[in-house]
C-alpha cells in the first residue's frame, strides 16, 4: 500500500528566504513521486516528478526535491520564496503509474 | 502536457437534484480520472473512467451515486446525483500522459 504523509501542514517564510517542505512516503515499490501546487481558485499544477531517475529532481519556478530512499522522503526545496509562492502544496506517489495518493497539503504563506 | 477544461467551473444546486459535470481534454487519452475535494482536505480519487468499459470506483464511491461516461477519448462526465450539502466540493478531473497525470481547473460544487 502508499501513503504520504506531509509533516507540516502550514509554513510561513519571509519573502527572499529559503522554503523547505517536507514530505515522507510509504510504498511497497519503487515508486514514483510528484509535487502538484495548487493556487487559491485554480487547478493543480505539477511542479515536478521523481520516476527513477536523477534522485535531485528540479521542477518550475525554482523549485526542486530530492529523493531519498533511506529516508523515504520527497522533501521540496526553493532557495528564495516569493510571493506568487503562496499556495496549497501536495505531494503525492503512485506505485502502479495510475493511481495517485495525495498527501493533506502544506500551505505556505509568503510574508513581504 | 494536456489543456483540460470542464464546465460548469462552479454551481450552487439544491438538495436532491442531481449536476453532471463535463470533462474535455485536447488529446485522445486512454485513462482519465475523476476526484474530489472536500473543503480544506486533500483530493480523493472517485473513479477510472477508461474508454469503452465501465468505470471502476474507488472504496467509498458507488456508481449510483456518481454515474460515469466516457463516451471517447478525450471526453467524460461525472454525475453526482441525489445531491446532500455533504456533496459540497471540488470535482476535478484528470487525464494520464506518459506518466504523469494532468489535472482540470475543477468544478466547485455547493449543495444547499
Known amino acids: 500500500a502508499q501513503s504520504v504523509t506531509q509533516l507540516d501542514s502550514h509554513v510561513s517564510v519571509s519573502e527572499g528566504t529559503p522554503v523547505l517542505l517536507r514530505c515522507n512516503y510509504s510504498s511497497s515499490y519503487s515508486p514514483s513521486l510528484f509535487w502538484y501546487v495548487q493556487h487559491p481558485n485554480k487547478g493543480l499544477q505539477l511542479l515536478l516528478k521523481y520516476t527513477s531517475a536523477a534522485t535531485l529532481v528540479k521542477g518550475i519556478n525554482g523549485f526542486e526535491a530530492e529523493f531519498k530512499k533511506s529516508e523515504t522522503s520527497f522533501h521540496l526545496t526553493k532557495p528564495s520564496a516569493h510571493m506568487s509562492d503562496a499556495a496549497e502544496y501536495f505531494c503525492v506517489v503512485s506505485e502502479n503509474d495510475y493511481k495517485l495518493s495525495f498527501g493533506a497539503g502544506t500551505t505556505v504563506t509568503v510574508r513581504a | 502536457s494536456a489543456v483540460i477544461s470542464q464546465k460548469p467551473s462552479r454551481d450552487i444546486c439544491q438538495r436532491g437534484t442531481s449536476l453532471t459535470i463535463q470533462c474535455q481534454v485536447d488529446?485522445?487519452?486512454?485513462?482519465m480520472f475523476w476526484y474530489r475535494q472536500q473543503p480544506g482536505q486533500s483530493l480523493t480519487l472517485i473513479a477510472t473512467a477508461n474508454q469503452g468499459s465501465e468505470a471502476t470506483y474507488e472504496s467509498g464511491f458507488v456508481i449510483d451515486k456518481f454515474p460515469i461516461s466516457r463516451p471517447n477519448l478525450t471526453f467524460s462526465t461525472l454525475t453526482v446525483s441525489n445531491m446532500s450539502p455533504e456533496d459540497s466540493s471540488i470535482y476535478l478531473c484528470?487525464?494520464?500522459?506518459?506518466?504523469?497525470?494532468?489535472f482540470g481547473p475543477g468544478t466547485r460544487l455547493t449543495v444547499l
Open positions: 488529446s485522445q487519452v486512454t485513462m
Open positions: 484528470s487525464v494520464k500522459l506518459t506518466d504523469t497525470q494532468y
